[in-house]
Every structure is written in structure tokens, then in C-alpha cells.
């Protein structure tokens, strides 16, 4: 299996849900927050690749729920600006096993990329890429209970 290093925002309840499903699949991850990392801008573009700059944020984030950031009019250097300032606007988890990098948890993606379930076992299948606790954006911005 692979190893996995895993940036989360720590006590995020679907960062915890994704990591149980990828060591349930045998892999060993390396975990790291999100928020604390010291990001380069080098290294979120290595994540972010050919997507376009509005899938590049968390789209929870408060700055992005008030409006005061809209990701649809940012352009790719100003985005990775204000990232690098507030690792929030992040979306989550970004994930590098190798020399591949992914951004969010999509599942049948993670599953192509570094496999994610049995062949032969039923896909159960939850909503990871939505807060539980606001039913908005792609990440909860709320603490840890």
C-alpha cells in the first residue's frame, strides 16, 4: 500500500472520516495541518496542477462564505497569496504519496490513484467533501468539539 502524507485541518470530522477510510485500505499516513505547515508557493502549486483557481479553495472558509474572497475572480498568483497568509482558504486534505499530489477527497479518485476499497466489496459511500455540522462548503471552518 502507500504512504500518504495527509494535510488536514486537525479535529475536522471528515479529515478524521478520510484518514479511517485510507489506513482501512492499508495505507500509512504521514499527517501534517493544513494550518501550520510553512507552505511555499512552489509547493500548493504542485498540488493544485491544471485546476482551475476556484477548486482550489475551501469553499467554507469565512473569508470565502462572506464574499470578501471569490475564488471565481481570483487569478492563480493572487490566490496562492492569500493562501500562503490564511491557510484556511485551503481546500482539504491535500494528499501526496510519491511524487503525486491531490486536493479534496474525491473517492473514486483517491480510489484510482492509490486504490480505496476491496474490487469485491460493496463502496459505501458518505459525503466526505461536505462539513457535517453546516451541510455547506467542502470543509468545516467550526472547531473540534
Not at 471528515?14 to 477510510?21: P, R, S
Not at 475551501?58 to 471569490?70: D, F, I, L, M, T
Not at 493572487?78 to 501526496?96: T, Y
Not at 486504490?115 to 460493496?122: D, F, H, I, T, V
Request: charged share 30%.
Amino acid at each position: 500500500m502507500a504512504r500518504v502524507i495527509f494535510y488536514e485541518k486537525p479535529g475536522c470530522i471528515n479529515n478524521t472520516k478520510q484518514k479511517e477510510l485510507l489506513r482501512a485500505a492499508g495505507h500509512e499516513l504521514a499527517e501534517r495541518s493544513i494550518l501550520t505547515h510553512p507552505w511555499t508557493a512552489e509547493e500548493l502549486v504542485a498540488f493544485f496542477g491544471a485546476l482551475p483557481v476556484r477548486e482550489w479553495f475551501n469553499r467554507a472558509a469565512p473569508r470565502v462564505k462572506s464574499g470578501e474572497v471569490v475564488p471565481e475572480q481570483m487569478e492563480p498568483d493572487s490566490a496562492i497569496a492569500a493562501m500562503l497568509e490564511e491557510p484556511l482558504l485551503i481546500k482539504r486534505p491535500l494528499m501526496q504519496s510519491g511524487e503525486r499530489r491531490m486536493v479534496g477527497f474525491d473517492q473514486d479518485a483517491v480510489h484510482a490513484w492509490i486504490g480505496l476499497w476491496r474490487e469485491e466489496a460493496p463502496r459505501d459511500r458518505v459525503d466526505l467533501q461536505h462539513c457535517p455540522r453546516t451541510g455547506t462548503g467542502e470543509n468545516c471552518t467550526e472547531p473540534s468539539i
